[in-house]
């Protein structure tokens, strides 16, 4: 594991749980899983650190819950030996797990975000990086969401109700929320080309 750049890739819940969920066909980037591997394959040309984190809720009989088999990368996406795979109960990736302990012992002082969801998982690992003084580079582009209902909206409503209803927060939404809320606060926003050009990836 080279970690001499200081510099590590946080996948973020790029797991198969999301593709189990009614949801997924109003996915704001059906191809995260490709995206992902993008920043994977220049992390590692890199000589970066790559972190897996997985979210996993036990007891919950959803696709989140381990004995549902989900609880895994998607498709297309592998750790190599050296790269940690841990797994979070909780939204951001260091409250349930070893993370800070992990980066700080690996000498890692900046982090680069990518995975599910935008504006939660990936939106609340960041926030809490950079209270912990880590410098963050937020790949905005290579993170996914899903539609928002509204706190009131009825239970049980399918994903074209919720899509129709005007109350509905749409991804384009919650994606600029995200990074108005990000920058220059907690993180500095990069797109995915300028990091993993597509003409570059080597797998």
Known sequence: MNTSTGTALIVIDVQESFRQRPSWQAVSAP?????????????????????????SEPGSGTPFDPPSGHVRLMDGLDARDGEPVITKTSRNAFTTTNLQ????????????????QTEQCCE???????????EVTFVTDATATFPIEHRDAPPGRGIAEILADPATLQTADIIA????????????LAALDDL???AATMR
């Open 177 to 188: 929320r995200t990074e108005y809320a990000l920058a220059g606060r907690f993180a500095t």
């Open 101 to 116: 302990q992990l980066l700080t012992a690996a000498g890692i002082r900046h982090l680069v975000v990518c995975g599910i």
């Open 196 to 198: 993993a050009p597509a």
């Open 124 to 134: 609340t690992t960041a926030r809490l990086a950079g209270d912990l003084g880590f």
């Open 31 to 55: 191809d995260i899983a490709g995206r992902t591997a993008r920043l994977v394959d220049a992390a590692r040309a890199a000589g970066d650190l790559v972190v897996w984190v997985l979210h």
